[in-house]
């Protein structure tokens, strides 16, 4: 173990393992500071989607960022598999959000139809489609579907093994993994970060927050700022069934083993050790609505998570001027955003700054709060 590192990254979930893999990947020394399994994990709560449509409904720049992510994620599954020979089964022939009944059809073209006029914002395609037209791409929906929106640019992978190949692939590039080193100070001093844990201090000329909501408690220590404002999500499973679903929803999806998730909650509840079977219900008969045929399966598990997520919804990415070589990243879309922080912002890091677009787009300070030592 390097008793001096390049970068030290605060937290092992999807965004840190990431970054981390990205900076292993350029050669560079580095330790990821991690709690351990018994962190409350976003990765539990995901819906392992690499989504597009949607996203940047007041922030055009998001938009952007989110297409440049959703092109790049063939390179980043190409690389992870020539790596660690494990396929993350990344699937990508574009996604569906279906509505129920004329008023949600009309609502959905309205939102289409907002981000289209967004200036400034990217180009991504996304459509309006027919009951008629979306049933020749999925043919098992039912009745009550009333059409829906198409992205082609959408996709989904298995997010469990998206995390173990970059922690492989970490380990390979010989980054150092720690578990259960909670960070719990961090002093800026003499050119170099000390992170304070419980199994002793790692130094480093570095750092980079990716620890989730943790971030909100981590930023100031390092003269940043994380509003976090964090939601329960619930995620239902059902048992294995013949392949059906050849395009991803955004509520429900087929994996590549064969189960379907269906994912369609957001609580202000933070308690993940149970779930809220009211909830889970609705979440079920509204995807039998779409699928009729989803009522003959069984429910093999449910479960609840906690959600990374900023006060407005949008990614945060900051450096600090007042500890210069310390950087946050926050964000609610993990997997999507997975490819431009293994390649984009781990060589921002690298290089010692991030792109002025970038921290210019999702710098904390559009919260209006001043940053920690100033006035």
Not at 58 to 81: C, D, F, I, N
Not at 339 to 348: C, G
Request: overall charge neutral.
């Amino acid at each position: 173990m390097h008793k001096d590192y390049d970068v030290a990254v605060v937290g092992g979930g999807l965004l840190g393992s990431a970054i981390a893999w990205g900076l292993g990947r350029l050669g560079k020394t580095v330790a990821v500071l991690d709690e351990g399994d018994i962190a409350k994990r976003a990765s539990r709560a995901n819906f392992a989607l690499v989504w597009v449509q949607s996203k940047g409904l007041g922030m055009p720049a998001y938009t952007g960022w989110t297409v440049r992510a959703s092109e790049a994620w063939g390179r980043l599954a190409a690389e992870l598999k020539d790596q660690t020979g494990l396929d993350v089964a990344l699937q990508q022939n574009g996604g569906f959000h279906l509505t129920l009944g004329e008023d949600e059809f009309a609502q959905r073209g309205q939102l289409v139809t907002r981000m289209h006029n967004q200036v400034g914002a990217a180009d991504y395609r996304m459509e309006m489609l027919s009951a008629s037209a979306v049933k020749k791409m999925l043919p098992l929906i039912g009745p009550e579907v009333s059409g829906g929106s198409f992205c082609p640019l959408d996709g989904h992978v298995n997010s469990l093994r998206t995390f173990r190949a970059f922690h492989t692939g970490m380990k390979l590039f010989g980054v150092d993994y720690l578990p259960e080193r909670p960070v719990t100070a961090i002093v800026s001093e003499g050119g170099e970060f000390r992170l304070a844990t419980p199994q002793g201090e790692i130094r480093a000329a570095k750092v980079v927050l990716a620890a989730g909501n943790a971030n909100q408690n981590l930023a100031p220590m390092v003269g940043l700022d994380a509003p976090m404002e964090p939601t329960r999500g619930q995620i239902v499973v059902t048992e294995r069934t013949v392949p059906f679903l050849p395009h991803p929803l955004t509520t429900v999806r087929q994996t590549d083993e064969g189960t379907v998730m269906i994912g369609d909650s957001r609580e202000e509840q933070l308690d993940d050790r149970a779930v809220n079977h009211a909830v889970s219900a609705v979440m079920a008969d509204r995807a039998q609505r779409m699928f009729p045929h989803l009522a003959r399966l069984n429910v093999i598990r449910t479960w609840a998570g906690i959600r990374v997520m900023t006060q407005d919804g949008f990614p945060i990415y900051d450096q600090s001027e007042s500890a210069p070589g310390a950087f946050v990243a926050c964000c609610h879309s993990g997997v999507t955003l997975a490819s431009n922080h293994a390649f984009d912002v781990a060589r921002m890091v690298a290089d010692g700054a991030l792109a002025p677009e970038l921290v210019g787009a999702f710098s904390a300070r559009r919260f209006g709060a001043p940053r920690a030592g100033q006035h």
